[in-house]
């Protein structure tokens, strides 16, 4: 499975989340996420398959850990699209701040216009 295919599934990416702070084991994934182990141990197999984690055997538990290397290729895949969102935000930012240094239209001395002014005939 591509690395892709691997972060497109929000349990895959909570996994990766928590493996970025730290490696775990399935017994310690299990009780953080509330996922079954089988399921847990298949994303992991996806994740590993996918280049994205390693394990590392400790007496008859494996530590999994997040391998970086292939998140390069996702950062420098999504770094024009955050460029762009950047640029989005700062022009929005920039209107808002133009719009807040407008002065507030001050209301006429007889009141708002409304239909039922505009229509009676002052004669």
């Known amino acids: 499975m591509s690395m892709w295919s691997a972060v497109g599934d929000p349990n895959r990416r909570a ?6 702070v730290r490696p775990r084991t399935v017994t310690e994934l ?4 509330g996922l079954s182990q ?3 141990s298949k994303h992991l197999r ?11 055997p400790e007496g008859a538990r494996r530590h999994y850990r997040l391998e970086p290397e292939p998140l390069r290729e996702l950062e420098d895949w999504l770094g024009p699209f955050r460029a762009f969102w950047n640029a989005s ?24 216009t409304t239909e039922s002014n505009r229509r009676k005939d002052p004669r």
């Open 30 to 33: 299990v009780d953080e996420l």
């Open 15 to 20: 996994m990766l989340g928590l493996l970025r």
């Open 46 to 56: 996806v994740l590993k398959e996918a280049g994205l984690v390693s394990a590392r």
């Open 38 to 40: 089988p399921g847990v």
């Open 89 to 112: 935000l700062d022009a929005l930012e920039d209107h808002l701040d133009a719009r807040a240094q407008e002065p507030e239209p001050v209301p006429s001395a007889s009141g708002p």
